[in-house]
């Protein structure tokens, strides 16, 4: 073979080695890139449930409650826990789940995952009324039936025994693990606040 030839070989040989191991790197950086991408959204386990679904199977599901309850107006009172789909427009900007129920205005407090759907839940008690600790609870068992798979039998109980332990242990979180999903009751600086999340 002549020199020259030999040479130019040479040359292409080293320029495909570089091409080749530039093209390794890139890809291997595009994996690097997804492997963290995907590790992030593993971390951030969501209730896999949007804030609408949440919203209209919320609505759906407080009228079981109120039936279960025995209320003999079950309908006509949970119309006034009805939320309001309009009331949730914003929120997906600040990435919250933000709104209000029944006659003592009950807030309905969650965040969002970066898919967009629900990464807690939860309800806050403010007041210290007995209009407003009913409403409370009944907003937590309606809650917890949406987004776990808690028995419907034992949640009224289940909700009161964390809920007096939070009052009994100050700046405690107290909880309980059903399936996935975390139940808990702690006091913060606003009120009592009860929430699901999945467990991560």
């Known amino acids: 073979m002549k020199p020259a030839m030999n040479s130019t070989l040479s040359r292409l040989c080293a320029c495909f080695s570089l091409l080749l191991a530039v093209t390794l790197t890139v890809a291997g950086c595009d994996n690097s890139i997804r492997d963290q991408l995907k590790a992030i959204a593993a971390a951030?386990?969501?209730?896999?449930?949007?804030?609408?679904?949440?919203?209209?199977?919320?609505?759906?599901t407080m009228i079981e409650v109120l039936e279960d309850r025995k209320d003999p107006d079950a309908a006509h009172m949970a119309a006034l826990y009805h939320i309001d789909m309009t009331s949730l427009a914003n929120n997906d900007e600040r990435r919250v789940f933000l709104t209000q129920v029944g006659p003592s205005r009950t807030t309905l407090i969650g965040t969002l995952a970066r898919n967009g759907d629900l990464r807690s839940i939860g309800t806050l008690l403010t007041q210290r009324t007995?209009?407003?600790?009913?409403?409370?609870?009944?907003?937590?068992?309606?809650?917890?039936?949406?987004?776990?798979?808690?028995?419907?039998?034992?949640?009224?109980?289940?909700?009161?025994q964390l809920v007096d332990n939070a009052l009994n242990n100050p700046g405690q979180n107290m909880s309980e693990v059903i399936g996935d999903r975390i139940l808990s009751a702690q006091i913060i600086k606003t009120g009592l606040l009860f929430q699901v999340e999945r467990q991560q």
């Open 130 to 160: 007995e209009a407003a600790r009913a409403e409370f609870y009944l907003c937590a068992e309606t809650i917890a039936r949406v987004v776990s798979d808690a028995p419907k039998e034992k949640l009224p109980t289940l909700i009161r």
């Open 44 to 60: 951030e386990k969501s209730l896999d449930i949007s804030p609408t679904l949440f919203a209209t199977r919320f609505n759906r």
